[in-house]
């Protein structure tokens, strides 16, 4: 029979459909290898799926063959032909199947004893899916014109089945899995980690796992029968809540209040949605498996849409699903239980970390991520004290267990003694130590012989505009306006970036005020934007990326403007690598002036426009560059990272990342140096800027501005006030002399 590959090709787009309109997991997949069967010739295929719960591979779906005991089987990554070909990349073909001992074990279960067998990789980019397996009759091999449109078939099967790995997890309980490694106590009393939120924290642990919550609700047995008139309290209760915790926020979180749970309160306006529902609880369904029967439908057709910002909403839906069978089950919200505890997770969205900071969570735990992502971030910004610890142990610690966190440090102790605990009660919150030395902030920031350094905060949420100010910083160094764009679902309007704008404008009271534009791309990716690269640093990410997408830049250049008339505005282009680029960057600002004055809109008409100096590629033209801006501010984060070649979020190569390499201080020198001889601004932002001890060469060689994360500012202002810069510059030229890394940092260590 002759393979229709064309019509093939084209039904196997209704995948998606299929997907939406099965009742369940199985009936799609046995769905989709009968789309594969009606177009060839085949006596048997199926479908294998790695199930992240178990590791291992099992038959999802098949025809001529005998399921049901070949289900029993199953295979690890690697483990037989099934197990190698789950991270093979190009198909493999078999023309005696039968007589292949690598497929011996399949010989029995079959319907046909046949020779030709062809298995694929299903994979979505470097991701491994599952392996599809096909036999056909002796004489009728797969041709390269069967194996060309498979290729394309299972890549498009593959996207599908990324999904299907969603549901397989939702329809897996988590109390049956037998896998899970039991907890190992760990030989000491604390764990070493790295500190991403400077603080302290005591509380009892409770385990945060994104995605087991729903999954344990699509398996739990209701015993007791909801009624529609249940269902409603709690889709009233659920509106409420999100109500009320959408105002609880709106103080600290002004900028990203209104867009956390819009999203939410409109689906709970929908109307389809809820009389779905109320239809199966009329039908004689228990309404928690009537929201739960409903709710995979939406996931499904969230999860399949094409449009990027329609999948996101998936995970809005899956947090509305678990929020009103929560409070229908047990009148409470998902997060309630969180309120004063130390959170353990292997995963944390920005979204979550909002809605924990809103149940004043004590600290966090985090297994994976780097200190610098913008997780980290923002948890320095809610003042959340937040260790990275690299142990997968510690997941499995009962929830209730008493956790001390020392995120000054990075240690993490677990069952601390008394003794311990008492040690750390004293320690005072950034708030308490600026309550308690008010005097101190007061004080102008003069180093020992009496010159004046000028210390900026770095902010990211409206609410550290407060702390900016109590502090007493010189103004705003770098406020980065991304946070508005990471915590969201799509790309915010104008207006809604101006009204965020204005709040910091008013809130610095006069000061300066430094707007680093959009900077996205590396490890700040947009969840509903689609960055597919193989190098995200290198990539498509900050100035590069609102040059591709202008309108996206001038509406948030548009929105500064507006915000910022009558202020000391300062406009700031992240990751300039040339003169051009931020000569193309300053003609869209000027050209959004002009349209502004046209259309009689009040704004600033002359603000200050400087680069963040973090590529290399400028250090060599630095003194070309300086003709063309009105300050620097030196990014160390990335310059250093790109000067050395090292991922600093990369745990295998962070020893690597050096900052007294010799070529990153000569480079400071050198873009310091030019800024002065040129006469404009300069300062520096990076991590670098609140470590202590890079403090004397910094001032050094002749900076007198550092912007910093305000919860960094008791200990860095208490340092300018020990150095004297004469010796500092003495120390820095000493420093700039050596050329190996042992002796430079020698010579800092004796400070």
């Not at 090292?646 to 070529?663: C, G, I, Q």
């Amino acid at each position: 029979m002759k393979t229709d590959h064309f019509k093939m090709l084209h039904n196997i787009e209704e995948l998606t459909h299929l997907f939406s309109t099965s009742r369940n997991l199985h009936e799609f997949l046995d769905g989709t290898v009968n789309i594969i069967r009606q177009h060839l010739t085949l006596t048997a295929c199926g479908i294998y799926i790695s199930n992240e719960r178990t590791n291992c591979l099992s038959l999802e779906a098949c025809f001529g063959l005998n399921y049901e005991e070949l289900k029993k089987v199953s295979f690890a990554p690697g483990e037989g032909i099934i197990g190698e070909m789950l991270n093979a990349t190009k198909p493999l073909s078999i023309k005696n199947g039968l007589a292949d001992p690598s497929l011996a074990f399949i010989v029995p279960y079959l319907d046909h004893k046949h020779e030709s067998f062809l298995l694929l990789p299903l994979r979505q980019g470097n991701n491994p899916i599952g392996v599809m397996i096909l036999q056909r009759e002796t004489g009728l091999p797969f041709k390269k014109t069967d194996i060309l449109s498979l290729l394309v078939t299972t890549s498009q099967l593959s996207n599908v089945m990324t999904n299907v790995k969603m549901l397989m997890m939702l329809e897996t309980s988590p109390i049956e899995n037998n896998n899970k490694k039991a907890y190992i106590k760990p030989d000491s009393k604390f764990l070493k980690g790295k500190s991403a939120s400077i603080g302290f924290a005591f509380g009892h642990s409770k385990s945060f796992e994104k995605e087991r919550i729903l999954s344990f609700f699509y398996n739990k047995k209701y015993t007791k029968t909801y009624s529609l008139e249940d269902f409603r309290t709690a889709l009233n209760s659920t509106v409420k809540q999100l109500e009320k915790l959408q105002n609880k926020v709106k103080s600290k979180l002004a900028d990203m209040a209104s867009l956390i749970f819009t999203a939410h309160l409109l689906i709970l306006k929908d109307k389809a949605f809820i009389d779905e529902i109320e239809l199966l609880i009329n039908r004689g369904i228990n309404a928690p498996n009537a929201i739960l029967d409903i709710g995979k439908i939406y996931l499904s057709m969230f999860a399949l849409n094409e449009n990027l910002i329609m999948r996101e909403k998936q995970q809005d839906f899956e947090d509305l699903l678990t929020r009103i069978i929560h409070n229908l089950v047990y009148n409470k919200g998902p997060y309630d239980k969180f309120y004063k505890s130390i959170i353990i997770t292997k995963e944390l969205y920005p979204s979550d970390i909002l809605k924990m900071s809103a149940k004043e969570v004590s600290g966090i735990v985090l297994l994976t991520g780097g200190i610098t992502s913008h997780v980290a971030i923002l948890a320095k910004s809610l003042q959340i004290p937040m260790v990275i610890v690299n142990k997968d142990d510690i997941s499995n610690i009962p929830d209730d267990t008493p956790i001390l966190v020392d995120a000054d440090t990075g240690n993490v102790y677990i069952n601390p003694s008394a003794d311990i605990i008492k040690k750390f009660e004293k320690h005072k919150t950034i708030t308490q130590i600026i309550n308690d030395n008010q005097e101190f902030f007061e004080m102008p920031n003069r180093t020992l012989d009496g010159i004046k350094i000028n210390l900026f905060s770095n902010i990211n949420l409206v609410s550290d505009v407060h702390l900016a100010i109590k502090i007493n910083s010189d103004g705003i160094g770098v406020y980065r306006t991304e946070f508005p764009f990471l915590i969201r679902s799509n790309f915010p309007t104008e207006e809604e970036q101006y009204f965020v704008y204005c709040k910091v404008v008013e809130g610095m009271q006069g000061k300066p005020i430094t707007f680093r534009t959009l900077d996205i791309g590396g490890d700040k990716l947009l969840s509903y934007f689609d960055f597919k690269e193989k190098n995200p640093f290198l990539g498509l990410r900050s100035t590069r990326f609102t040059m591709e997408y202008k309108e996206i830049f001038e509406h948030q250049i548009r929105a500064i403007l507006r915000a910022g008339v009558n202020s000391d505005l300062r406009i700031m282009f992240p990751m300039i690598s040339s003169i051009e680029e931020f000569i193309s960057a300053k003609e869209i600002l000027n050209s959004c002036i002009k349209d502004l004055g046209i259309d009689g809109i009040a704004h600033n008409k002359d603000p200050q426009i400087g680069i963040m100096v973090e590529v290399p590629a400028i250090i060599d033209i630095i003194d070309d560059i300086a003709k063309e801006v009105d300050f620097f501010s030196i990014g160390t984060n990335d310059l250093i990272q790109f000067l050395i070649a090292v991922d600093r979020t990369n745990e295998k190569v962070a020893k690597f990342y050096n900052p007294l390499h010799p070529s990153v201080l000569r480079s400071l020198k050198k873009i310091v140096d030019s800024a002065i001889k040129n006469q404009i601004d300069v300062s520096i932002c990076g991590d670098m800027a609140h470590e202590e001890k890079y403090l004397p060469f910094l001032l050094g060689i002749g900076l007198r501005s550092l912007s910093i994360n305000p919860i960094y500012f008791p200990k860095i202002k208490k340092a300018i006030l020990e150095i004297d810069c004469k010796k500092a510059e003495e120390l820095a030229n000493n420093l700039l002399l050596k050329s190996r890394l042992i002796d430079i940092e020698e010579l800092i260590n004796i400070i």
